[in-house]
């Protein structure tokens, strides 16, 4: 049998905790473990999904980089993703890169573009005709949040292209970073106006940065540091990464003046050891070196993971470590209702920021490492906020043990921890405020119901005051609105937006209302497939039963674990393409609660609708068929030729194989139209492509 029970659950809890975190760290600016921890359980998981394909889901954290933008700015789409890059630690793992890289392109050492690693905040920048249009965060790596006017008073940031030669269109990416001496100065002044000073510059550059006031955006000494670009139109950019970035500096960019071309692993290597000692001399803070194939074709080659080119590694410095004691351990309620245990340290100073708190995660890692109340703990910290428990370094007096609690700290319902999984639940459900503020704030998020306006402050506001419980209250808002009015903040023209926006998505889509109901292991890609493949809800619902009854006959008549997998996967849920075992489970678990199927009734009686579906016995005219996008089109965006492609069943992938059908070339292709001709793809072009598209419909 293909991965076992036990490896499931772990695959299933290490990526419901890498979400958590991914949100604490990039969306909230409030971490809950160290950067250290999160590459550890993110690395395994990577290791888990390596051996056993079949628990990929296309909402695993390996499959996405990061999480989704703040809701305080307006949401943008990138012309290309931001993607994130893998990290390793040690020699070897770097020299595994480098074989993975050799081999795959069949040959010998690789030249590579070397530069430091820069601890800071990533920026999307935008130009067209030579002139800033845009800047963005990195969000989800998809979509960021615009914040142009805060990066316009970046003062080494360039508002126009320097030189005579500018692309059409062209993405900068780069780091924002506030150099160690301005950092001190800026905490000087804030302590000096009786404000709080930044705990470390990282912190500082993006609290700066996502300021909703741009003039105190421009009282930060913030500097940019380029170091990519993303999509190009109008000109031909050199090959090499190292030459593409003397091109930003002739651009007015600053870049690192460390940034050099090295050959094969002992170049690296040497790049690596030199930085590392220069590390401490340097004015801005570093966490480690870059290193990326330099050479164009041999790039597209390698071409990507979901989740991060495979051409390009991050070798980090080692963590910094020091010793205190545990005084507490607090145990925090997230949206699904996980209890994640919280120590609560002795203030320490490490790596360049007082700490106190620290991630333990579950209660199989308290007991694998042994931690008690009381004990003396190695802590680790590398570039982080919140530091990494490494091991106890010895025991306390009186040292007590870490009990889970029986009840629910924030509700009191009781608490769960099922046989065989890390992860303890609360029982309490919509009940219980911790769940339903996270539970809430899902629904009405961008990519669920896209309420505007009814953002994570507003609803935890409305939480705390009682008018939200569950989903359906968001529709009856509008019988408070004179509170509405009355609340600080608010008006009548703001309270009036706020209950259109509500109107307004009552019309919504299946896809969109799948996702929405937060259901566990569903995220967008999975709920549009059970839209397409059952075409209702009650179908879904009905399916949802039908899959408790045939586990109960499963239960009864099978004799063997694979026995009862072949019974359980030959139809239903199963049969919906990325549904495994635990996602059917967790889908038929969500419908089998009476609490659930009122919430969904309710909504339906407050008119929320949408349109019936075809399903998929609907056939796609362009299922099976694989394209590959590149260069830009006059008619289409890459998103909407993507999302026309994907609505007839077709699939878009970011590399060309021999398994490729068509390559869609656009203007100034680069290399991937190169490669197609070379491997016999069928090539077209915008007209071309048009016209496919409109047969494929008829």
Same mark, same amino acid.
């Not at 049998?1 to 299933?12: D, F, I, N, P, V």
């Not at 699904?336 to 106190?356: C, D, I």
């Not at 809800?537 to 099978?558: F, G, I, K």
């Given at each position: 049998?293909?991965?076992?029970?036990?490896?499931?659950?772990?695959?299933?809890q290490?990526?419901?905790?890498?979400?958590?975190?991914?949100?604490?760290?990039?969306?909230?600016?409030?971490? +809950?473990?160290?950067?250290?921890?999160y590459d550890?359980?993110?690395?395994e998981?990577?290791?888990?999904?390596?051996?056993?394909?079949?628990? =990929?889901?296309?909402?695993?954290?390996?499959?996405?980089?990061?999480?989704?933008?703040?809701?305080?700015?307006?949401?943008?789409?990138h012309?290309?993703?931001?993607?994130?890059?893998?990290?390793c630690f $040690?020699?070897?793992?770097?020299?595994?890169? %480098?074989?993975?890289?050799?081999e795959?392109?069949?040959?010998g050492?690789?030249?590579?573009?070397a530069?430091?690693?820069?601890?800071?905040?990533?920026?999307?920048?935008?130009?067209?005709?030579?002139?800033?249009?845009?800047?963005?965060?990195?969000?989800?790596?998809?979509?960021?949040?615009?914040?142009?006017?805060?990066?316009?008073?970046?003062?080494?940031?360039?508002?126009?292209?320097?030189?005579?030669?500018?692309?059409?269109?062209?993405?900068?990416?780069?780091?924002?970073?506030?150099?160690?001496?301005?950092?001190?100065a800026?905490?000087e002044?804030?302590?000096?106006?009786?404000q709080?000073?930044?705990?470390?510059p990282?912190?500082?550059?993006?609290?700066?940065?996502?300021?909703?006031?741009?003039?105190?955006?421009?009282?930060?000494?913030?500097?940019?540091?380029?170091y990519?670009?993303?999509?190009? $139109?109008?000109?031909?950019?050199?090959?090499s990464?190292?030459?593409?970035?003397q091109?930003l500096?002739?651009?007015?960019?600053?870049?690192?003046?460390?940034?050099?071309?090295?050959?094969?692993?002992?170049?690296c290597?040497?790049?690596?050891?030199?930085?590392?000692?220069?590390?401490?001399?340097?004015? =801005?803070?570093?966490?480690?070196?870059?290193?990326?194939?330099?050479d164009?074709?041999?790039? %597209?080659?390698?071409?990507?993971?979901?989740?991060?080119?495979?051409?390009? =590694?991050?070798?980090?410095?080692p963590?910094?470590?020091?010793?205190?004691?545990?005084?507490?351990?607090?145990?925090?309620v997230?949206?699904?209702?996980?209890?994640?245990?919280?120590?609560?340290?002795?203030?320490?100073?490490?790596?360049?920021?007082?700490?106190?708190?620290?991630?333990?995660h579950?209660?199989?890692?308290?007991?694998?490492?042994?931690?008690?109340?009381?004990?003396?703990?190695?802590?680790?910290?590398?570039?982080d906020?919140?530091?990494?428990?490494?091991?106890?370094?010895?025991?306390?007096?009186?040292?007590?043990?870490?009990?889970?609690?029986?009840?629910?700290?924030?509700?009191?319902?009781?608490?769960?921890?099922?046989?065989?999984?890390?992860?303890?639940?609360?029982?309490g459900?919509?009940?219980?405020?911790?769940?339903?503020?996270?539970?809430?704030?899902?629904?009405?998020?961008?990519?669920?119901?896209d309420?505007?306006?009814?953002g994570?402050r507003?609803?935890?506001?409305?939480?705390?005051?009682?008018?939200?419980?569950?989903?359906?209250?968001?529709?009856?808002?509008?019988?408070?609105?004179?509170?509405?009015?009355?609340?600080?903040?608010?008006?009548?023209?703001s309270?009036?937006?706020?209950?259109?926006?509500?109107?307004?998505?009552?019309?919504?889509?299946?896809?969109?209302?799948?996702?929405?109901?937060?259901?566990?292991?569903?995220?967008?890609?999975?709920?549009r497939d059970?839209?397409?493949?059952?075409?209702?809800?009650?179908?879904?619902?009905?399916?949802?039963?039908?899959?408790?009854?045939?586990?109960?006959?499963?239960?009864?008549?099978?004799? +063997?674990?694979?026995?009862?997998?072949?019974?359980?996967?030959?139809?239903?849920?199963?049969?919906?393409?990325?549904?495994?075992?635990?996602v059917?489970h967790?889908?038929?678990?969500f419908?089998?609660?009476?609490?659930?199927l009122e919430?969904?009734?309710?909504?339906?009686?407050?008119g929320?609708?949408?349109?019936?579906?075809?399903?998929?016995?609907?056939?796609?005219?362009?299922?099976?068929?694989?394209?590959?996008?590149?260069?830009?089109?006059?008619s289409?965006?890459?998103?909407?030729?993507?999302?026309?492609?994907?609505?007839?069943?077709?699939?878009?992938?970011?590399?060309?194989?021999?398994?490729? $059908?068509?390559?869609?070339?656009?203007?100034?292709?680069?290399?991937?139209? %190169?490669?197609?001709?070379?491997?016999?793809?069928?090539?077209?072009d915008?007209?071309?492509?048009?016209?496919?598209?409109?047969?494929?419909?008829?």
């Open positions: 049998m293909a991965g076992s029970s036990e490896t499931s659950k772990r695959a299933a290490l990526a419901e905790q890498l979400r958590e975190h991914s949100r604490a760290y990039y969306v909230d600016d409030a971490p +809950t473990i160290s950067d250290a921890e550890r359980l993110f690395r998981l990577q290791e888990l999904e390596a051996e056993h394909p079949e628990l =990929i889901t296309p909402d695993s954290p390996t499959q996405r980089v990061g999480a989704p933008p703040s809701d305080k700015f307006e949401s943008v789409d012309a290309t993703p931001m993607l994130s890059l893998g990290n $040690d020699d070897d793992e770097l020299a595994e890169f %480098d074989r993975r890289a050799r795959a392109v069949d040959g050492a690789l030249a590579y573009c530069e430091p690693k820069f601890d800071g905040t990533a920026l999307n920048l935008r130009y067209e005709n030579g002139v800033l249009v845009r800047a963005t965060t990195r969000g989800d790596g998809i979509t960021g949040e615009d914040i142009t006017p805060n990066a316009r008073t970046i003062r080494n940031l360039p508002l126009r292209l320097a030189g005579d030669e500018a692309p059409d269109f062209i993405e900068i990416r780069g780091e924002v970073v506030l150099a160690r001496s301005r950092f001190n800026l905490n002044r804030l302590e000096s106006e009786g709080k000073a930044f705990v470390n990282r912190n500082a550059a993006s609290g700066s940065l996502r300021q909703l006031d741009s003039s105190i955006t421009a009282r930060r000494p913030l500097a940019f540091m380029g990519g670009i993303g999509r190009v $139109d109008g000109m031909t950019l050199p090959s990464l190292y030459e593409q970035l091109q500096q002739a651009w007015g960019f600053q870049i690192s003046e460390y940034v050099d071309r090295v050959q094969g692993l002992e170049g290597k040497a790049y690596y050891e030199a930085m590392a000692e220069r590390r401490a001399t340097l004015d =801005i803070e570093i966490d480690g070196c870059v290193f990326k194939v330099d164009a074709a041999v790039r %597209d080659e390698l071409g990507f993971v979901a989740r991060a080119p495979r051409w390009a =590694i991050a070798r980090k410095f963590a910094e470590e020091t010793t205190t004691r545990l005084n507490a351990v607090e145990f925090q997230g949206r699904t209702g996980a209890l994640t245990p919280v120590a609560k340290l002795e203030p320490v100073f490490v790596g360049g920021v007082t700490v106190s708190n620290a991630s333990l579950n209660m199989d890692e308290i007991e694998r490492k042994d931690v008690r109340i009381g004990d003396m703990l190695v802590v680790r910290r590398a570039g906020v919140i530091p990494e428990v490494k091991e106890v370094a010895r025991r306390g007096e009186n040292a007590t043990p870490i009990q889970l609690p029986e009840a629910c700290p924030v509700c009191g319902s009781a608490v769960e921890r099922i046989e065989g999984e890390a992860v303890a639940r609360c029982t459900g919509l009940v219980c405020a911790a769940q339903r503020r996270e539970a809430l704030k899902h629904f009405a998020s961008r990519r669920a119901l309420i505007e306006g009814l994570d507003q609803i935890e506001a409305f939480v705390d005051e009682g008018l939200l419980e569950s989903p359906a209250d968001i529709f009856a808002l509008h019988s408070h609105r004179e509170a509405l009015v009355e609340r600080e903040g608010y008006g009548e023209k309270v009036a937006n706020l209950l259109a926006s509500i109107e307004a998505s009552k019309q919504t889509t299946l896809e969109r209302f799948i996702f929405a109901l937060g259901i566990r292991e569903v995220g967008e890609t999975m709920a059970l839209a397409r493949h059952f075409g209702s809800l009650d179908n879904l619902r009905a399916e949802a039963e039908a899959y408790l009854a045939r586990q109960a006959r499963a239960d009864e008549q099978a004799d +063997t674990k694979a026995e009862h997998a072949r019974m359980m996967s030959a139809e239903g849920l199963q049969a919906v393409p990325g549904v495994g075992s635990r059917a967790c889908i038929a678990d419908f089998s609660e009476q609490r659930n919430v969904i009734d309710a909504l339906i009686a407050a929320v609708v949408w349109q019936t579906v075809d399903s998929d016995d609907t056939p796609q005219p362009l299922a099976g068929q694989t394209f590959v996008l590149t260069g830009s089109m006059d289409l965006t890459r998103d909407e030729a993507k999302q026309r492609i994907e609505a007839q069943g077709g699939r878009v992938t970011s590399s060309v194989s021999k398994k490729t $059908d068509y390559v869609v070339a656009g203007d100034s292709p680069g290399s991937k139209r %190169d490669k197609a001709e070379k491997l016999g793809v069928t090539l077209l915008e007209a071309g492509f048009l016209d496919l598209l409109d047969k494929a419909g008829h």
